[in-house]
């Protein structure tokens, strides 16, 4: 009896994850994951101290109004204006 009731419960479980499969994922995927990124589009990690932005950006080259291939220059952002990242933190080692 209880191997038909453990069958009947796992039954159950299988028939309501595919037919009903946005209940637990659509939380999940709604919140997302924030990614500290710059209105110039690249990440705090790109950017000094200061704020100055040291990546490169892809440029196509037109000669002529032919396709003469893609450049690289650098990014023209003077200030992060991302999301703030965590401070970090040291903590020593206690010792009891």
């Not at 946005?22 to 994951?33: H, K, P, T, Y």
């Not at 892809?58 to 952002?77: K, L, M, Q, Y």
């Amino acid at each position: 009896m209880e191997l038909i009731i453990g069958a009947v419960i796992l039954l159950a479980g299988i028939l309501i994850g595919r037919f009903l499969p946005g209940l637990g994922r659509s939380r999940r995927s709604a919140l997302g994951e924030v990614k500290p990124l710059c209105g110039c589009g690249h990440a705090s990690s790109f950017h000094e101290e200061r704020g100055r932005c040291h990546a490169l950006n892809e440029v196509t080259r037109w000669d002529g109004g032919r396709w003469a291939g893609i450049e690289s220059v650098p990014c023209n952002c003077q200030k992060y204006t991302g999301p703030e990242p965590l401070p970090a933190f040291y903590a020593p080692e206690l010792t009891e």
